[in-house]
């Protein structure tokens, strides 16, 4: 106890006598006096010794204060569409860094009604969280083999009972308008199926990466999806992340001049022999198809352009269980038009590690973290005369599955091709069967020239547009 407090507890024993001024400035002094002879021992009276409960319930400005301002809304121009911002009064100034537009979600009921299946780590750590901030799309149903698991994710999102499903009655979603859409959350060599058989229900689908196991199954999700008239996405939440699309922009403006190197790597150490990710069966793969994945769809996304001509290197640890059926490290290159090589490795038994770096004419782009969920740190580095520049740049957040589920829920609602349909993956697919050929054989493998920019790729997210 400090002496302020043991002086302001003795007032305060003392304040059935009158205090004289002299007395109290003696102890406080002046300036304190001013603020608190008024507020302070009137608040601060024990319970007691006020007049009653009603009264000390009840706020009262101190004595001498004049009234509160009267409490205001800013103002604001409110727009009558749902999806228009609300542009509230400006208090920045222009030498710090602007706020982005506020927030614009669709009322509930409006908002496109997912049916998630698959209830593993990926649903249950990133999905669902990501579904509350999400502005256009909503959780409504689970399919899982797992009763008492879904069970309990159903209470925590508030998700109907006969809104749940497992896998022998997933067939039945046909019979729930509400859901419009189905994310499948599955072992990659189960994404075929299910695409197939909830296009079949009517049923729009979101995939994750990769798209399937195969080129030939790809196909077979696009043909049947096109068949049902519903739309196909795969799940390449890079593409929608806003530190990816900047570099995009720089590398297509030549902002450093012509890019001439991309070195690309996305590793991490694993631990269960018995998790799906390391059963060829489940897999398809090992590290190539999970996570070399994302350099190789990402350097493509950077570029807008195709690779011509792969030459990859494998490797698995003799005698480690982990890597008895799919391997361990894939390290490959990829030439591109206009003598741009790109350069990959992946690796299931390194200390996590997700980096690009764009080595241009006049400067580099760095980015850490490029294929993490979350904390992508940007940097430039390039020269004017004697003076070396190296810049850190810092966009706003944004969560990655929510921003690619919403674009998804865009495209629905105002019937527009997603910007990473099937052919996206389809085209991933026959490049990783490429890579797995060059290591194979231990040479080069060309591939078919493909003259238009993103070919692939269907039109811009809108929010890159308002940009």
């Known amino acids: 106890m400090n002496q302020f407090t043991g002086v302001m507890q003795d007032l305060l024993a003392r304040s059935a006598a009158e205090v004289s001024r002299k007395e109290f400035l003696r102890y406080t ?32 400005a101190p004595s001498g204060a004049g ?28 030498v710090d860094r602007q706020s982005p537009p506020t927030p614009t979600p669709l009322p509930p009921e409006q908002r496109v009604g997912y049916a998630i299946v698959g209830l593993g780590h990926l649903t249950l750590e990133e999905i669902l969280p990501a579904m509350g901030q999400c502005k256009k799309s909503k959780p409504l149903a689970l399919v899982s083999g797992s009763p008492e698991k879904m069970a309990k994710v159903a209470k925590q999102y508030g998700i109907k009972p006969e809104n749940c499903y497992s896998y022998e009655n997933y067939d039945k979603l046909k019979d729930n308008p509400a859901v419009q859409v189905i994310y499948i959350v599955l072992p990659n060599s189960l994404h075929a199926e299910y695409t197939i058989r909830g296009a079949q229900a009517g049923k729009h689908i979101l995939c994750e990466k990769p798209m399937a196991t195969s080129s030939a199954d790809c196909q077979k999700m696009i043909d049947a999806c096109k068949k049902a008239g519903r739309k196909l996405m795969v799940a390449y939440r890079i593409q929608y992340e806003p530190n990816n699309r900047l570099v995009r922009k720089m590398i297509q403006s030549n902002q450093f001049g012509k890019t001439k190197v991309i070195e690309a790597h996305n590793v991490q ?47 698995s640890t003799p ?50 973290q490029a294929f993490a969920y979350e904390g992508q740190q940007l940097q430039t580095a390039h020269a004017e005369g004697i003076v070396g520049h190296k810049d850190q740049l810092t966009l706003g957040n944004k969560n990655q599955f929510a921003t690619e589920i919403d674009h998804f829920s865009e495209c629905i609602l105002d019937n527009k091709e997603p910007h990473t349909p099937g052919e996206e993956g389809l085209q991933d697919h026959r490049i990783m069967e490429a890579i797995c050929q060059s290591a194979r054989e231990g040479k080069p493998v060309k591939l078919p020239a493909v003259a238009k920019k993103d070919a692939f790729r269907g039109p811009e997210p809108e929010e890159e547009k308002k940009a």
């Open 67 to 94: 009234a509160s301002s009267e409490a205001t809304s800013p103002p604001a121009k409110v727009p009558t569409e749902v999806d228009k911002p609300i542009e509230l009064e400006e208090w920045k100034s222009k």
């Open 269 to 315: 150490s694993s631990a269960n022999p018995q998790h799906w990710r390391h059963k060829l069966a489940l897999a398809g793969g090992g590290a190539l198809p999970d996570i070399g994945l994302y350099c190789l769809n990402t350097s493509r996304f950077l570029l807008g352009t195709e690779p011509t001509e792969v030459f990859a290197y494998t490797y």
């Open 29 to 60: 002094g002046r300036g304190l006096a001013v603020g608190v002879v008024g507020g302070l021992l009137a608040s601060c009276q024990k319970s007691g010794e006020n007049s009653g409960a009603s009264e000390a319930a009840t706020y009262t």
């Open 319 to 368: 005698g480690n269980p982990l890597f008895k059926e799919v391997e361990e490290m894939v390290s490959w290159q990829m030439r591109f038009p206009e003598g741009i090589v790109v350069n990959c490795i992946s690796d299931y038994n390194t200390h996590e590690s997700r980096r690009y770096r764009v080595l241009a004419e006049k400067g580099w782009i760095n980015l850490e």
